[in-house]
């Protein structure tokens, strides 16, 4: 099992899990941003997001958010044990996967994130611990 995670090596493997499953997802990038550092300092569960809108965003990156291809990450998922990351970076696939449900309630697009992981990747993602944080057994990505 990957114990201390170079949190950077477990995205790449997740997300090379994922584009195995499902092709289109080989186009997908993802970053650090400081928006998602700015929105984990108010939300302490929330280390990433899809959809960003930051001004400092290269014309590339903002054709990436255009195309559901692209996940930006807060530094403080740097910190977190491989289970998490990999959950994290899974459930943010599963957003890019559902697509936009801008008329959904918040938790409406939050489980269909977890079930687009499911139906596309086969990969169940759970919630743990006093907070719910989201993780998955790395076992379902081939990892020990």
């Excluded at 997300?15 to 550092?37: E, G, I, N, T, W």
């Excluded at 079930?115 to 057994?137: C, P, Q, R, S």
Aim: proline residues 4%.
């Amino acid at each position: 099992m990957l114990q201390s995670p170079n949190s950077n090596r477990v995205i790449k493997r997740v997300m090379a899990f994922a584009a195995r499953k499902v092709s289109k997802l080989k186009r997908v990038k993802h970053r650090f941003c400081p928006l998602a550092d700015m929105e984990h300092n108010l939300h302490r569960r929330q280390y990433a997001h899809t959809y960003c809108n930051d001004p400092k965003l290269t014309p590339e990156e903002k054709e990436l958010v255009k195309r559901r291809q692209l996940v930006c990450w807060a530094h403080a998922m740097k910190s977190l044990p491989a289970h998490r990351v990999a959950g994290i970076c899974l459930h943010e696939i599963g957003h890019l996967l559902a697509g936009p449900h801008d008329q959904d309630s918040r938790f409406t697009q939050e489980m269909a994130a977890d079930v687009a992981v499911l139906g596309a990747l086969g990969v169940e993602i759970k919630y743990i611990g006093k907070n719910n944080d989201n993780a998955i057994d790395l076992r379902q990505i081939g990892e020990r």
